[in-house]
């Protein structure tokens, strides 16, 4: 099965090729900006034209969720229209297409875990742009799956992890919000996941949402604490609250995801979200 890997220098992408030699039976096309500018329709067709991957997994976004608020065109060109000339060119070649989505689409005003079908409102441009994304693979891809994550992490790339480990060996003590609740994800439980359930996910008819975090839940407070212990850090970690903390975009007071859906359907298990940080701090290290 060849798979095609877009945004590959990331920190999903990057954990792919990583776990690549435990799937024999796939053959990977690894892409970035510089192998395939995916904002170019023309380009992204005649790409697909000549390798004919039989399933895409889109690890490409704009990220820098406070950035976006004022980088707004560039934002919606990686989050929705890269993804629409995906989704459009995997369409005409009956390619699967894979798109990861984020827990920021929605308003955070749950009290219990976000299901899949759990009405969107996103409250940041990030968080529209991903969501007009996903309108995208529903709107133009034939088959595919949605796979709306949170708090994304891993040994590549920038990411809290890597940012309070910096910090922390810098300073005495850190200021983190604990008032914002989630789950830490780890992008190598995340890519892996993808890679097991990519041969099922082929059979399934059109689109397919499913949500997929590590298990349990955390504040940021919680996860930067475990991290310095994980890390033998010492350095002191105070919880203050969002409205101490100011930043552009307006983060999800609450955006725990479900995950019931994706493990009755494909039988797999997710790792406790602090067992994951420790295999990445063990990596790091």
Known sequence: MRILITGSNGQLGNEIRVLAEDYPDFEFIYTDIDELDISNPLKVDAFFTANKPLAVINCAAYTAVDKAETDKN?????????????????????????HVSTDYVFDGMNCVPYTESDPTNPQSVYGRTKLAGEEAVLKYAEKGIILRTSWLYSAFGNNFVKTMIKYGTERDELNVVCDQIGTPTYARDLAKAILDIIPQAQLQPGIQLYHYSNEGVASWFDFAHVIMDLSAINCKVNPIQTKDYPVKAARPAYSVLNKAKIKETFKINIPYWSDSVKNCILRLK
């Open 74 to 98: 560039l934002a919606y060109l990686i989050n929705c229209e890269a993804v629409m000339n995906l989704s459009k060119s995997a369409a005409k070649i009956g390619a699967l297409m894979v």
